[in-house]
């Protein structure tokens, strides 16, 4: 099966954490800018390597050029994310006045909410996205997502943060019922946590930060339902990264479901890290025995994991045939370098049409 990019423009990459996402949004990036298109990555947390590849520094958001072999001018941009300035941003962007902003951002919980509040990393990468898919610099705007528990976590995070922003918040912080119904456990923990460091004072500062932020709930909830419309829009293209094992299928029923029930869909499925089937023996001269068993249990156990991996492979594809299913085999090098990941795209990246052939 193929997928469908020349009228796509916005790709967002989802799945639960240590799948491939990143590497793959990196890898989405390279096949499209060399195809001709203005790309930008927008990119969440990629190890070391692949940031250097990216030509990515820690700590800064610019837009970042990463040049490509025979491009002159460069198609690859890529940006990372920091939770922590974007929220800034947007905290002076939802706030009613320049005193509420000034009190939000000075306050001396905020930075900590910012940092453990479940929710944050993935709502301020879905903002980020739409101020990308407002402009207009872009052709192909690949996202990349935080590590959530969850794939779902992602969607209902401006939710979650709107709720937790929520009057009905507040009242429980004045001793009204538990709302943590609300919260997810991540959330919960940090607060416990939270509170055992600072004490019980801490949930009437947070009460009072939670005033301030009164009134920006708003602006939180109607860029929710833009990022809605986003996902349903028929120039977006949702993909789920994620791993054939019986864990990672069941969560990912689960997801299907709810998706389906905002009226969202997936466009496909990422099966990534597949192992090759083992050989059955490595024969070699003047082996040990003791290496020859040694050799042996290591097949073993690569077969038994390639079997069990076809197990999951196969009840994807049954039960999501309605999906096209792509899959990728682990590398045994790393999959850092520009060259390596413009290899690991499992489809054919449709070329700009008017691509002229001098630029490339
Ligand atoms: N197909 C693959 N073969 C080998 N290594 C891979 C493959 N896909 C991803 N990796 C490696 O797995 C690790 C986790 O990938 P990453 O993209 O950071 O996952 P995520 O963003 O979903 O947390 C990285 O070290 C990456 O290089
Ligand atoms: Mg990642």
Redesign the pocket.
Known sequence: MTLETKNKRVFL?G????????????SLGVQFAKAGYKTVVLT????R??AQALGLKTFSFDLQPVPLEGQNEPKLFASMLDTQRYFDKLISRFALSDEQRDRVLNHRFYRIMVDHLGGTHEYAAMERLLEFAEGSEFEKIIV??P?SQNAADLLSAPQRLAAFMDNSVLKWFQGQKPVFALFRHGTKAALKLLEKIFGSEFLQSLGEVLTDFDGMQAGFRKRHLQVIELLKSSSTSFLL?TYPSEARFLETREFLSTIKSQGISLSGIIL???EAPAPKEVSAANLSQDDAARISAILGYYSAMHAQQAIWVAEFEKTMRDLPIFK?????????DLSALAD?TPFQVDLKDDTPHSSS
């Open positions: 990459l799945g639960p954490g240590g799948v491939g996402k990143t590497t793959l949004a990196a969440v947390d990629p190890a390597r692949l990349d997502t590590p990264v990534n890290r597949i990728i085999e682990r590398r045994n090098t790393q999959v850092h690991l």
